[in-house]
C-alpha cells in the first residue's frame, strides 16, 4: 500500500500527458500534497496546477521523473494517456494509466499534433475523433466584439459559452428546461445526483473542485460549458443565491448569468454568443475525412439561410428541402384561400400568388448553392395541415357563444368548421398526401415545377450553374411516378421555351413505403434518383407513429430491452434490409440511378456506417450534423 499523506514531501494526483480541454501538449493535472487520491477528485480541497509539482520542495524529482514517465506513455500507446500517481516521501509510485477521455476540441488537436510528430497516420487520426463529439465544437460562443465585466473566474474546465438564468439545483434546471428557459446550475460541487440538472442545462459553474472532478469530467462528456473552483463564489442553495467575495454582487435563482468554459470567466447578464465557424483542426480533420470518404454528405434545408451554413459547413448539396415549410407564416393564409374555395377563379389567384412567392424561395436557394445539387420535394403533407386546429375553433366558437357575439360570426365560424372536418382522415399519414395530393390537385405541383424551372432558368441567364432536382414523395406504384414525372417534363419544357434555355432537372421519387422498396426495379424505370425517406420508412415498416410511440412506449421498450435502441435516432436493421432491397433493385431497373438518404439517420454516425456498407452515394441530414457525417462517412470507408 502506497500512502501520499505521510507529509510535506507526499503527495497524490490525477494527470493528462497533455491538455484534455484543447490538446496543448503540456504538463496538466491536478495534485494534493499530503493527500489520497479520492482528495483530488472529491472537490474537498481545491487542488494544485501539476505543472508546479517539480518547483515543491521535496517532490522536485518525482516531479521531473513524472515528466519524463509522461513521454515513454505516450510514445507507447500513441495517445493522451490518463494517469494516477502517488508520491510516498519523494519517491514517485505509478498506480494506473489509460487512454484519457478529452473534449472534441482536444481531441482533433491531439490527433493532428500526432501526425505532425510521426507517432500515427492521418488515416488514424480521423479514427481517433468521436463523430458525436463534433457536436462540442459547434456550440455558440461569446462575440469577439461583446462588451462585459468579468466578476469571477474559475478553472476552465470544458469549453464553449452559455447563457441562462442561475439555478441552484438540478431540480430546478430540469424544470426551466421543461418550461423552455435556459439554465446555468450553479453548485458547490456536483454530484452523480445532480446528472438529471447538468443535462438540462446549458452551462455548469461550481466554486470547488479541479479539472478532474465530477462537475468537469461530465460537462466536458457532454460537450456542455463548465467552469470550475471559483473561489470568490459563496454559494447559499437554500436561499438560492450566491455572492462574489470581495464585491456587493449578490447573484440570485432567476437572474441572467454567462460563463465561458473556454477562458474561465462568470460575467452578469447575459453576453452576446456568436455561431462557430469550421477552422483550424476541425477544418484540418475534416479535409482529412474528405480524403478517404466515399459517401457524399448533404444536407436538409428549406430556405437560403440554412442552406448557405450546411455549405459553409461542407455540405455538397441540398438532399431535402421541404417545400411545406415555405407555405408556413404569411404564406399560411394563401393555402388556406386554396384549400377552402371552390371557385376556380379564386383558386387561380391563390396559385399564382404562390408561384410568386415558390420562385423568390427557390431563387434564394439555387443561388446559395450555385453549382451544387438541390433536391426540391413538392408539397407533401395532407391539406389540413395548413388548416385552424378543429379543437381551437371549436373552443373559440364556444367563446363567442358564451359572450354573445355577433350571430353571422358564428355562423361563419361553424362554416368553417364543417369544411375542416370534411378534410378529416382516420390516419392522415397514410392518407391524402404526396404523390396522391399531387395526382388529386395537379395545379400545386405544375405551380412548384414551374417556380423551380422559372427559378433555374433566371439563374443560368445570370450566368450561374443551378442544379435542382424535383422529388415526387409517397410513390408506391410506377404509374403514379409516370403520371407526375410527364407533368413535370411537360412544365419544365414550357418554361424552357419561354425563357429560351436549356433545362435538364432530373426528377426522383422519395422511397418511403415498404411496397415502393421490394418494387424498386420497376419504380426506377421512370426515376432518376431514390431518396430514401427513412423516417417515413421506419414508421410504415414498423407500423410505429413517431409522433405516439416515442412519448408513449419506445422508452418501455429501451428499458425492457425489446428494442436495443430508438429506430427512430439509429437506422433498424430491418429497415436497413429494405434500403439494402430499394438500392440493389433499384440499379437492376436503372444502372445510373443515385441512391441516398435524406430522414434524420443521415446524421447518425452508426447509421452512416450502414448507409455506406449498402452502398448510397450520399446521406443527407441537417447542417449542424453535416460535419459529423462527413467524419463518419470517412470512419466508415477505413472500416472504424
Known amino acids: ?54 518547483h515543491v520542495e521535496g517532490l522536485e524529482d518525482a516531479g521531473r521523473e513524472l515528466e519524463e ?72 460562443q461569446f462575440d469577439t466584439n461583446a462588451e462585459y465585466d468579468v466578476v469571477a473566474r474559475g478553472l476552465n474546465a470544458s469549453p464553449g459559452a452559455a447563457v441562462g438564468e442561475a439555478v441552484f439545483s438540478a431540480e430546478a434546471a430540469v424544470e426551466a428546461a421543461a418550461e423552455g428557459r ?22 455548469i459553474l461550481t466554486s470547488h473542485g479541479g479539472k478532474t472532478s465530477h462537475a468537469a469530467v461530465i460537462a466536458r462528456g457532454m460537450g456542455a460549458p463548465c467552469v470550475c473552483g471559483v473561489d470568490a463564489l459563496k454559494i447559499d442553495a ?100 386554396f384549400i377552402l374555395n371552390d371557385d376556380p377563379a379564386i383558386r387561380e389567384k391563390a396559385v399564382a400568388d404562390l408561384f410568386e412567392a415558390q420562385t423568390g424561395d427557390f431563387l434564394g436557394m439555387f443561388k446559395a448553392m450555385d453549382g451544387l445539387p438541390v433536391i426540391v420535394r413538392l408539397l407533401d403533407p395532407p391539406l389540413h395541415e395548413f388548416l385552424e386546429s378543429p379543437r381551437a375553433l371549436d373552443v373559440e366558437i364556444a367563446r ?62 445570370q450566368g450561374l450553374d443551378p442544379k435542382p432536382e424535383i422529388m415526387i414523395p409517397l410513390v408506391s406504384v410506377k404509374p403514379e411516378l409516370d403520371k407526375l414525372r410527364a407533368l413535370a417534363e411537360q412544365t419544365i419544357a414550357e418554361v424552357a421555351e419561354a425563357e429560351g ?7 426522383g421519387t422519395m422511397i418511403e413505403l415498404p411496397r415502393a422498396a421490394v418494387t424498386a426495379d420497376e419504380i426506377a424505370q421512370s426515376a432518376d434518383f431514390f431518396s430514401f425517406g427513412t423516417n417515413d420508412l421506419t414508421q410504415t415498416t414498423f407500423g410505429f407513429s413517431r409522433d ?21 435516432a439509429t437506422i433498424d436493421p430491418g429497415v436497413a ?13 436503372n444502372p445510373d440511378i443515385v441512391c441516398g438518404v435524406c430522414g434524420e439517420h443521415g446524421g447518425d454516425p452508426d447509421s452512416v456506417k450502414t448507409f455506406n456498407k449498402i452502398g448510397l452515394d450520399y446521406v443527407s441530414c441537417s447542417p449542424y450534423r453535416v460535419p459529423i457525417a462527413r467524419l463518419a462517412a470517412a470512419q466508415a470507408a477505413l472500416g472504424k
Open 501 to 507: 434555355v436549356e433545362l435538364e432537372i432530373p426528377i
Open 548 to 568: 405516439d410511440v416515442e412519448a408513449e412506449f419506445v422508452s418501455d421498450y429501451l428499458n425492457e430491452r425489446i428494442l436495443p435502441y430508438n429506430p427512430f
Open 69 to 140: 514517465v509522461f513521454t515513454i506513455l505516450e510514445n507507447h500507446f500513441r495517445d493522451m494517456c490518463d494517469i494516477e500517481f502517488t508520491i510516498e516521501q519523494g519517491k514517485l509510485w505509478m498506480l494506473q494509466t489509460r487512454v484519457g477521455k478529452r473534449t472534441a476540441a482536444a481531441a482533433l488537436h491531439i490527433a493532428i499534433e500526432m501526425v505532425n510528430e510521426g507517432l500515427i497516420t492521418k488515416e488514424e487520426a480521423v479514427t481517433r475523433v468521436d463523430p458525436e463529439q463534433l457536436d462540442q465544437l459547434l456550440h455558440p
Open 182 to 203: 435556459k439554465t446555468v446550475l450553479v453548485r458547490w460541487e456536483t454530484t452523480p445526483d445532480d446528472l438529471a440538472g447538468m443535462i438540462a442545462a446549458e452551462g
Open 238 to 337: 437554500e436561499a438560492k443565491q450566491a455572492t462574489i467575495a470581495g464585491t456587493d454582487l449578490v447573484i440570485r435563482e432567476g437572474d441572467m448569468i454567462s460563463l465561458d468554459g473556454t477562458t474561465g470567466i462568470v460575467v452578469m447578464g447575459a453576453v452576446e454568443l456568436v455561431q462557430p465557424e469550421l477552422a483550424g483542426d476541425l477544418d484540418t480533420i475534416l479535409e482529412w475525412a474528405d480524403e478517404v470518404r466515399t459517401m457524399g454528405v448533404r444536407a436538409n434545408a428549406d430556405n437560403p439561410e440554412d442552406a448557405e451554413l450546411a455549405r459553409s459547413f461542407g455540405a455538397q448539396g441540398i438532399g431535402l428541402c421541404r417545400t411545406e415549410h415555405m407555405f408556413l407564416g404569411d404564406r399560411k393564409q394563401i393555402i388556406q384561400t
Open 577 to 589: 434490409r429494405l434500403v439494402d432491397m430499394g438500392v440493389e433493385l433499384g440499379h437492376t431497373g
Open 400 to 461: 363567442l357563444e358564451a359572450t354573445g357575439a355577433d350571430a353571422e360570426e358564428i355562423a361563419v365560424k361553424r362554416t368553417l368548421m364543417e369544411q375542416i372536418d370534411g378534410f378529416a382522415e382516420q390516419n392522415p399519414m397514410l392518407g391524402l398526401r404526396g404523390v396522391r395530393l399531387a395526382i388529386k390537385y395537379p395545379i400545386l405541383p405544375v405551380m412548384q415545377i414551374r417556380a423551380i424551372a422559372t427559378a433555374a432558368a433566371q439563374l443560368k441567364k
Open 1 to 54: 500500500m502506497i500512502f501520499g499523506n505521510k507529509g510535506d514531501t507526499s503527495a497524490t494526483g490525477v494527470a493528462f500527458t497533455r491538455n484534455p480541454a484543447n490538446g496543448e501538449k503540456e504538463f496538466y493535472g491536478d495534485y494534493l500534497v499530503n493527500a489520497q487520491g479520492e482528495d483530488v477528485v472529491a472537490g474537498i480541497r481545491n487542488t494544485s496546477p501539476i505543472s508546479d509539482l517539480k
